[in-house]
């Protein structure tokens, strides 16, 4: 007799009369008694199948199918089915033939069940049945890696969207349910047996052949041409729904979902249960390829496999009309070949035509695209409160004590407002009203947002060929870049020489300045860091001529930098006024301005300050999420690790490409400057032919600075080391080509 593997009971082979046997036995009670029963029926029907062998039931010598037996002092259910032969699949590999045989028995083998009813399979209601996913919600929590976790919430909130209303509609039969590669025998290339029928379930049908796929193919590296044959083989016999066809993504995502939550419960209540974990590695492998993969090209090929024409989708040109028509050509678009998006998960966007872009750039989603954490607060809070700061909530008040607890003890009063712009137009307010002055000195090409106070104090519009020009009350700094300018040691001298000379111009002007905005890193300058020691030196010289100095932090906070949790950090200096947007609500619409109490005084002196939709409870509820998650996920320590590791490996090109100039930055805030040559000439071409290239490769970045000759990279901050290394490979091979 030998011990088999089991995931929750007992098997034995055994031997009599030159056959082989298997004895199953189970922990008593009712429900398995049940369900026993009703499996060795569905087995009795499927008896004599001519596509197939399934373990037959084996009578106990008085003809009973089960007994219940006290063994070794419990009570348990026995019963002997038939051993079957065979190698099992997942000894092999799995190629097309012996996929398209398994697509084939197994449509013959729902067909049979189609015939085969059973109450109490019915009325089985558990996590391993695909429709019942929720129930293995809590094991979430005993994933380890909370990106990982975050990735399994993602998937469930796909399934709620996309399967769970058409459910009702799907057709619903008794199916095996566990069709694993640990299940199926092979003989001769081809399927030739199928057993463990103890996750026999009512459910619609379309799911085992989702299960099937998920199993078959997820050790594959080219899994969906192999999920594609098992559809076909199967639709060739038993004909499937495009409403089925059109859930196999969702429904396989939803599988490995299940499959990684009981590995991970199972681990956590019983470490040395092998066969629990067998499939652990290869479902996690598989999700994150899920992840890569654009679910409209799954559902196009699916489609195609089953003799199906998906919807055509209306072209990029079509749209473009569409959007002309109605918008205003002022509103650029990026690339000379433009993206028609659809969907986006974490550091990855979907076209319409099913193509998977890896996003090297968006620097709103920062904790990454459609987090399921910051999904699930807003739209939970929507359907509770949604209201402005003349109410009382706790949210406000939550929130802005956990924001303000990242920011040191003299920073403390919040507004919230809507937009990076709405922050920067308050914070120069702010500036005036406390000091009683008007004039502001910005940073040359600095931006800070699209009001009119937002262009007046950004050199990037006003200085712009068709911009507005300079105004009276504005004063311009040159930017202390150590790679171009006149200082270019970065040890902190560069950087106080450039304050000195500033501080010299601006004592000699005697002009009245009622503050200082700067970026830390300034974005539209080509993602220029101050140089180092610049902002120490120059702020107590504003501030002792009687001003106020303000950091926007609307590209470079919430950790973005790697080092620094905000960007003035690296300058050794605290502001009195931050500006705050952009990844502060994850994409949804927020800004905020952080300052001092007496400036918060000063400006309770004027009008009421109002902002419809600062600070409402949506608002509020999402960005405590961005916050929670930030932490969670350790965000601000991967944006360091990667960040380091994506500038070593543009260090690396730079040492063979003499047209990279510069790499320079923080964390995950990366700019590359390309130029033409030992002058430093800038190289637009170069630039944009790179930006455009990658596009062309389904990788996203943009160009930046005064001349466009800048690459800039600041992604969702759960990018990371295989995203790094496709982004500059890519650059490599393009400027090969180059060359
Ligand atoms: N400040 C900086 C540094 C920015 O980069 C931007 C936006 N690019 C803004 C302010 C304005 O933010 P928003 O577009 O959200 O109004």
Redesign the pocket.
Known sequence: MVALAGYDNANFKIQNGGKEFIFKTYEYDPETLALVEAENEALLHLKNSNHCTFPEPVPFADGAWIKCLEIGGRKRICRLLTFLDGDLMGNLQADVPMIESLGIMLAHLDLQLQEFDHYTIRARKWGWDIQYLHLNQAYIEDIDDPHKKSIVKYFYQQFEEKVRPTLPELRHSIIHNDVNEWNILIKNGKVSGLFDFGDIAYTPLINELAIAMTYVCYANDDPWDKAAALLRSYHSILPLEEKEIKLLFYLVTARLCISVCNSAHSRKIQEDNEYALVSEKGAWKMLFKCLETNPVDIENKFLQACGLEPEKTASTNEILKQRHQVLSPILSISYKNPIYMNSSAFQYMYDAYGNTFLDAYNNIPHVGHAHPKVVEAGRKQMGILNTNTRYLYDLLNEYAEMLLQRFPPELSKVYFVN???AA?DLAIRLAQAHTGREHILVMEHG????TQIGIDVSDYKFSNQKGQGQKSHILKAPIPDTYRGKYQLDDGTAGKMYAMDLIEDLQQTELPIAALIA?PII?CGGQVPLAKGYLKELYPAIRAQGGICIS?E??VGFGRLGDYFWGYEAQEVIPDIV?L??PIGNGHPM?AVVTTEAVAESFAKGVEFFSSFGGNPVSCAIGKAVLEVIDEEELQENARITGNYYQELFRELQSVYPSIGDVRGSGLFIGVELIKNENKDHNAELAKHIKNELRNRHILISTDGPYDSVLKSKPPLCFNRENVLQVVEQIDDILKQHR
């Open positions: 937009s990076g712009s920067s931006y800070h947002g699209n970026e974005g926007d609307v590209q500006v947007g952009k800004g």
